[in-house]
């Protein structure tokens, strides 16, 4: 089975670096500079999501809770600069559930790690 991540990064050299780094994995990658633009048929082709959190316009937490209400249940993976930002979402985070929560900058292979390791669990329960 293909491995496709969405990868929703509002800033363009992470985004690109993450990109690489995990197609180089033998990821296909679905990469989106903010929320708003994240077209359905992108979203069913997710195997996992990775996102930033604090993004213009709408936030990683909010778009999570949109697709979860929308009935939506592919991995998450938050990948945020702010370290307090759990604590600040612990709320959502409790209604999005299947997620892990990470601060940048973490090395790449700690992300991989937990991309996979969430990846793994979710299709064990499929």
Known sequence: MEKTILILEDNEAILDLLQMNFEDHGFKVIPY???ISVKESDLALASIIL???NMPKLTG?????EIRRNGNKTP???YTGIANN???Y???LNEIKNYV?????APFNDLIKHVNTLLNQSMSLA
């Open 101 to 105: 929560f990470l601060t940048k900058p």
């Open 76 to 78: 998450i993976v938050f």
């Open 33 to 35: 500079a903010d929320a």
């Open 61 to 65: 937490i909010e778009w999570a809770l």
């Open 51 to 53: 996102s930033d959190i």
């Open 86 to 88: 759990k604590s600040h």
């Open 90 to 92: 612990e709320s959502e």
